[in-house]
């Protein structure tokens, strides 16, 4: 890129830099929702007039007849496409009267958000007061629409193409195994279609033609049907005018580069002029023809959170995806379970209840489970018709699953070995193939290999092998009998990449992965990129020499290692999935690139880690693994309370906690998990009131580069992931660096690293503790390159071969501030708290001249509506109550009026705050806090949780609490629940001086 | 992954063994013959019989799931007698096909435990007559005219070389009377019917066994009778003129071959079968010109007569696939239309 700006995608932002740079254009259908509501902002405000900054692609006027419910239905009503019936509504009455015409159940969509976000569906009044009032609150235009419900009809998407010279192309069409009601993104998607005739697919196709002329897009669009089970009769639900999640998975689905391509055609060119990426030979101008079958499913991670109810719907609340791709369907989707990463294949479904009517319920009310129901529901002897019944799902999806069940059993019964073959085509692993013989996952690979039984190597090339591909993007099947590719020698390396994004593993990963094939490449490497996220750059057919869009299981990279036989095997710039894999490689031959397996143990197992540490003279928190209750106990009381609990087995809900006492302790590892020999729990002391610092680096063996030395923001018991991090430190004194630079270099080199590292320590009174060594690369390592200007991939790639690499350290000139994004509201009920399981779904990060520069730019990035003086500010405090007094004075200084609770407001009273007494929403009197943040009359809510896991004895406080929180997170007003970054907020806009707008690449010239 | 109900029974197919490069068939079933549109023709198939000697495929689905279906692609098939195979790799196939071109083919069921002695087939499979060198057109046409009304003064005659159904319906549609007759009608019966228009219609194999069309189609050419030709009816309208037709390698087969029109430069996707093609030197000394091009190998789409109401195209207009050049029936009519006027 010629500039980078790591600002707040906000129309204020987006004209400071428009002013600066004073682009000729600006296209506003890359960047999701988001991209495409500033854009239509700045259009309004006559920003972009004002600087003469043309809209390239798709005209600001097309955007908004998508987006404005009236214009949309008129365009399309006049062009005869069939839409729902359907009306908006600006306020609650309205809404009512609409549903009321229309007739219960009703679909509430909201207008201008992102991922469904707000909507619902509505059975009666009640459901429609509560999704109406949240929705109007979260419109940017305070409009919500109130539809016909087509619940069960199927669900069909085109990803559609025009030019300027109205050349129109379909890319992809999409059926969803999950009828209508289930979100899209919520949805498992199935590519092409399978269950259209040739009449169907054409006439929704011809309709995506009408549609797209009508809107006038330029560029590409997503079209999202609705088709009677029953008929031909078809709905247009919505149109996407901008590049999508879906279209995303249309181009890794075909193999199309759409967001190339569209890119292209905002430019002016035409499809005609632009050429097929894959064959080189071919126009841009055609419709992609898949030999192959894709499943996505999405990917959720609801254990993260306390009280969120795990049902699935209307609205996104998924935080990843995966892609499985096979010759059949059953292949496909074997594969896709597999690299949810859940712990569980698509026929493991043993500790699912078996009881019908919970059958039938899940099946009815679907959530993160329903795939696993269904299977259940086949096992324990429901017919497919009774399941579509309940689910709405196809026949033809259930039959195949179905299959699937059948010869699980069969073998199971038979013991046959015959059938191997078969349950390869169909997608199962060795270790279920195993499981029904009774053999080792080994076992298994050792006998098919004999047999033969080896997967095929296929290209995913848009012309079904009608035109020969110059690219590989590749995948295995046994659905084939030969190797579209030859396997010619060169010094090949492969790369394992990041997998499903999970909570805890996003695209910093991805990140690292890309940078770090790329950095191989340069050095005269070919890169083997194996991935099989289609929301990643790892997974663009044409960043590596090779990649293969598959599992990241020990099974199928041993597959791929057969075929290529590389030099080695990277599994360290990935994050954990592939880390996971490291010692079963090794044990299998493969060469690991970097730190040796043995090492990577010696770090990863705590009591080889615990000794190596007290080797080293190094402070830790006192730990024991421990097996039973009193165990627990008498450990816990010997270093004192509170102490950290990382149980080995997980019931329900979170891995970690944190006990304060001994009946909490009691009741988390009764309530959520167990405690025996084969499933110790470990116990630390928790450390309190520290400083939480972490290092990035990277290690060659003998020489260490420090990255950075970070600072959270928050104290230590927050996870690393959810904390805000500042670069450079902030608290931590030039003495106490020294020492963890010192420690750093001690630890990386008696670990003898070969790669990129990251070292967690707390700072205490002076004293430093070590937390833990990760021998991969982090999640904080793009942030890290982007603030100190040297990119740690690059140098990794050095150190891994043992090159030189620089040493020292680069200590920056600015501020580099990190900030979590959250998405508590999308779940349902999710408590907006945070502790030592990361919930966060996402990040952002600003440079700035000055730390509040810095940091208020993140808050503001991560979607904050920043207070300002003469705001309302809800107060109410669990703990922390004398150090927040100062907090609120000066906020009651710099001109906030302030509201609370009954007992925060009398402490506040006796300690010289005035403030307003609001009621709390369990007392039905008013002026009740429900009403105040329902209409958005407090504009920041700061409370301060009180701890205890001990329900019982104060349900009524945190459930107040709870519900303060939760309104707050619903209606949008910004809310903070650490005291450290009440403190460093109020601290940020009492000294905060306007908002430096400089490039990053400004920042790095500058070091 | 759409349309093989209509391609098994496109007469275009004759004698052909036919495999499909998506690897899931048989997914929606086949939809029932009485599914039709006003005029009775029905909407899933285009003629009255599967036509292709033999279909092989990845997987075959046995259990359809259609609101539509009355059986499975494997009943249909079994109750026509045509053999199928399932559970090859037909992206191998396709390659091979890329690379060596259309080759002859044997479809054999071998007893459990059988020996199988491949290369006694391979020779077996040499010896085939090889159905390019046979009149297929001969087979799939219609032994004499058949009338179809939707109750308009305009009168299309359609030569009838292995008409679809798409076709018919499409003129229907429109609001024209067709007539459909055997491929090697007279002119003079031709002329008979006073035609307002006539339509060559697409059909199996090479173009230069049907030597008494091209004659026909020679001295029609010189009328003033708007015209029109589909696939096969292209290439003979090519002939007619003078000019001549080659064989492809590999041809053209399925629903994304991109078609410029050389006069606009819009591009339209479109549905194609044919093994032939129109050679683009020997349209020189006609009187016919190129009107469309493949995007991809740049080969011949379609022609027009330079100056009269005289076309063609290579590929289907009427589907099944790609339905955006159906626009091409319109001009038609409008042609007709006018001449009349």
């Given at each position: 890129m010629d500039s980078v700006y790591l600002l707040p995608i906000t129309p204020e932002f987006v004209e400071k830099i428009i002013e600066k740079e004073r682009p000729n254009g600006i296209l506003l259908g890359f960047g999701g929702q988001t991209a495409l509501n500033c854009g239509v902002e700045l259009a309004e405000k006559g920003i972009l007039e004002k600087y003469g900054v043309k809209v390239l692609g798709t005209s600001v006027e097309a955007i908004e007849t998508c987006s404005n419910r009236d214009k949309f239905r008129e365009t399309l009503l006049k062009n005869n496409v069939s839409i729902p019936i359907s009306e908006k509504a600006t306020s609650l009455e309205e809404a009512k009267k609409v549903a009321d015409r229309i007739g219960y159940p009703v679909m509430v969509r909201v207008a201008y958000t992102l991922g469904g976000e707000g909507?619902?569906?509505?059975?009666?009044?009640?459901?429609?007061?509560?999704?109406?009032?949240?929705?109007?609150?979260?419109?940017?235009?305070?409009?919500?629409?109130?539809?016909?419900?087509?619940?069960?009809?199927?669900?069909?998407?085109?990803?559609?193409?025009?030019?300027?010279?109205?050349?129109?192309?379909?890319?992809?069409?999409?059926?969803?195994?999950?009828?209508?009601?289930?979100?899209?993104?919520?949805?498992?998607?199935?590519?092409?279609?399978?269950t259209l005739t040739n009449r169907e697919y054409h006439i929704l196709r011809m309709v995506s033609f009408k549609v797209i002329r009508a809107l006038g897009i330029i560029g590409e669009c997503n079209i999202q049907f609705a088709l009677n089970p029953e008929s031909e009769e078809y709905s247009v639900i919505e149109v996407n005018p901008r590049l999508s999640r879906s279209s995303a998975l249309a181009s890794k689905a075909t193999g199309y580069p759409i967001a190339y391509i569209a890119a292209k055609l905002a430019l002016g060119y035409t499809l005609p002029e632009l050429m097929n990426k894959v064959t080189q030979v071919t126009t841009a101008c055609f419709e992609p023809a898949l030999d192959y079958c894709v499943v996505k499913i999405p990917r959720w991670d609801f254990r993260k959170f306390r009280r969120v109810k795990r049902r699935i719907g209307t609205?996104?609340?998924?935080?990843?995806e995966v892609m499985g791709i096979g010759r059949c369907f059953e292949e496909a989707l074997q594969k896709a379970v597999r690299m949810l990463n859940v712990g569980r294949e698509l026929t493991d479904v043993e500790d699912l209840s078996f009881d019908f009517r919970k059958i039938k319920y899940e099946l009815e009310n679907p959530s993160d489970l329903r795939i696993f129901y269904v299977v259940k529901a086949l096992k324990e002897g429901m017919t497919v018709d009774q399941i579509h019944r309940l689910t709405g799902i196809d026949e033809w999806f259930l039959d195949r699953i179905k299959d699937i069940v059948d010869l699980e059993e069969e073998i199971t019964k038979k013991k046959s070995y015959e059938l191997i073959k078969d349950a390869k085509v169909m997608g199962f692993s060795d270790k279920k193939i195993g499981e029904m013989l009774g053999k080792t996952e080994s076992e298994i690979r050792e006998m098919r290999k004999k047999l033969n039984i080896i997967p095929a190597v296929k290209q995913i090339d848009t012309m079904a092998a009608e035109w020969p591909a110059k690219t590989n993007y590749l995948y295995l099947t046994y659905g084939g009998q030969e190797d579209d590719i030859d396997f010619k020698k060169k010094s090949r390396v492969i790369v394992l990449g990041s997998g499903t994004y999970c909570i805890g593993s996003s695209v910093e990963f991805d990140w690292c992965c890309v940078n770090y094939a790329l950095s191989l490449k340069d050095k005269g490497f070919e890169a083997i990129m194996i991935n099989y996220n289609p929301e990643t750059v790892s997974t663009d057919f044409d960043v590596m020499d090779k990649l293969y869009f598959e599992e990241l299981t020990l099974e199928r990279v041993l597959d791929i290692v057969d075929k290529e036989r590389p030099d080695s095997v990277v599994i360290s710039v990935g994050g954990q999935i592939p880390n996971n894999l490291a010692v079963k490689l090794s044990k299998n031959g493969v060469k690991?690139?970097?730190t040796d397996a043995e090492d990577i143990d010696r770090a990863e197992d705590r009591a080889k880690f615990s000794s190596l540490l007290d080797s080293l003279k190094l402070k830790q928190s006192p730990w024991s693994k421990l097996e039973t209750i009193e165990q627990a106990k008498d450990f816990s009381e010997k270093i004192g309370y509170p102490v950290l609990i990382r149980p080995s087995y997980v019931l329900s809900g979170a891995a970690m906690n944190v006990a304060f006492n001994e009946k909490d302790l009691e009741d988390y590892i009764e309530k959520a998990t167990y405690i025996s020999k084969e499933h110790p729990v470990v116990i630390s002391k928790f450390i309190e009131n520290g400083r939480e610092v972490e290092v990035d680096g990277v290690c060659n063996g003998k020489d260490v580069f420090i990255g950075a030395i970070i600072e959270h923001i928050e104290n230590a018991g927050i996870h690393s992931g959810d904390a805000t991090m500042s670069i450079p430190t902030l608290t931590i004194s030039e003495e106490i660096k020294k020492k963890i630079r010192e420690y750093t270099k001690k630890i990386a080199t008696s670990l003898r690293i070969k790669g990129p590292f990251n070292i967690q320590y707390i700072v205490k009174n002076s004293e430093i503790y070590v937390i833990e060594c990760n021998l991969r690369a982090s999640r904080s390592m793009p942030f890290v390159s982007k603030v100190i200007g040297k990119n740690l991939m690059e140098i990794s790639v050095d150190a891994m071969l043992g090159e030189k690499i620089p040493t020292g350290e680069i200590i920056p000139n600015h501020y580099g501030i990190k900030v979590p994004q959250f998405s508590f509201m999308r779940l349902y009920g999710a408590d907006p708290t945070l502790g030592v399981e990361m919930v966060s779904t996402g990040e952002v990060a600003c440079l700035g001249k000055t730390f509040s520069d810095a940091f208020l730019k993140s808050l503001i990035a991560s979607g904050i509506d920043l207070p300002k003086a003469g705001n309302s500010v809800l107060v109410t405090i669990g703990r922390n109550k004398k150090e927040i007094i100062p907090?609120?004075?000066?906020?009651?200084?710099?001109?906030?009026?302030?509201?609370?609770?009954?007992?925060?407001?009398?402490?506040?009273?006796e300690n010289g705050i005035s403030n307003k007494k609001l009621y709390k929403v369990s007392e039905s009197k008013k002026p009740n806090i429900r009403d105040y943040l329902v209409n958005k009359k407090i504009d920041l809510v700061i409370n301060i949780p009180t701890i205890t896991h001990n329900i019982d004895e104060s349900e009524k406080i945190l459930e107040d609490e709870y519900r303060i929180r939760r309104l707050a997170i619903e209606f949008g007003i910004p809310i903070f629940t650490s005291l450290e970054m009440i403190i460093t907020f109020v601290d940020a806009i009492s000294c905060n001086d306007g908002f430096s707008i400089k490039s990053l690449n400004e920042f790095q010239e500058g070091l | 992954m759409v349309g093989y109900t209509e391609a098994l029974t496109d007469p275009s197919y004759s004698g052909q063994i036919l495999t499909q490069t998506y690897p899931l068939v048989g997914n929606y079933g086949v939809p029932p013959y009485s599914l039709t549109d006003e005029f009775g023709m029905p909407l899933h198939f285009e003629s009255n019989r599967i036509q292709v000697k033999g279909y092989v495929v990845s997987r075959l689905s046995r259990t359809p799931s259609h609101w539509s279906v009355k059986k499975s692609l494997h009943e249909w098939m079994f109750e026509n007698k045509i053999p199928g195979i399932e559970s090859i790799d037909t992206r191998f196939l396709t390659k091979k096909l890329r690379m060596k071109g259309v080759m002859l083919g044997i479809l054999k069921v071998f007893e459990e435990d059988e020996r199988v002695d491949l290369k006694e087939y391979e020779e077996k499979a040499k010896g085939i007559p090889n159905p390019n060198e046979t009149n297929l057109v001969e087979n799939v046409t219609i032994d004499s005219p058949i009338g179809y009304e939707s109750g308009n003064s305009l009168r299309v005659v359609v030569i009838d070389c292995?008409?679809?159904?798409?076709?018919?319906r499409n003129l229907l549609k429109r609001k024209v009377d067709v007539i459909r007759v055997p491929f090697e009608t007279s002119l003079k019966e031709i002329l008979s019917l006073e035609p307002d228009g006539v339509l060559i219609s697409n059909g199996p194999g090479d173009p230069k066994m049907c030597r008494k069309t091209i004659k026909t189609l020679g001295a029609l050419i010189e009328m003033d009778i708007a015209t029109m030709g589909i696939c096969l009816g292209n290439q003979l309208l090519a002939l007619a003129a003078g000019g001549d037709t080659y064989k492809l390698k590999f041809g053209h087969r399925g629903q994304n071959h991109p078609c410029i029109d050389l006069r606009t430069k819009k591009c339209y996707m479109t549905s194609q079968n044919h093994g032939y093609a129109v050679e683009p030197k020997s349209l020189e000394k006609t009187k016919f010109e190129v009107s469309f091009i493949n995007a991809n190998d740049k080969t011949i789409e379609g022609i027009k007569h330079r100056n009269k109401s005289i076309c063609g195209v290579q590929w289907h207009p009427e589907g099944p696939g790609p339905l955006e050049t159906e626009f091409l029936f319109d001009q038609f009519l409008e042609v007709i239309k006018n001449t009349n006027r």
């Open positions: 909507s619902g569906v509505a059975r009666d009044d009640t459901e429609l007061e509560e999704i109406v009032s949240r929705g109007l609150s979260r419109s940017r235009i305070r409009q919500v629409l109130v539809e016909e419900y087509l619940g069960k009809w199927k669900e069909i998407e085109y990803e559609v193409m025009r030019d300027k010279d109205d050349n129109c192309i379909i890319v992809c069409n999409m059926e969803n195994f999950d009828p209508m009601g289930i979100h899209t993104g919520e949805s498992i998607v199935v590519a092409p279609s399978q609205q996104m609340q998924s935080v990843g690991i690139l970097g907090i609120i004075k000066k906020l009651v200084d710099l001109g906030f009026f302030i509201y609370s609770t009954e007992h925060t407001g009398e402490f506040l009273e | 292995g008409v679809k159904f798409g076709i018919l």
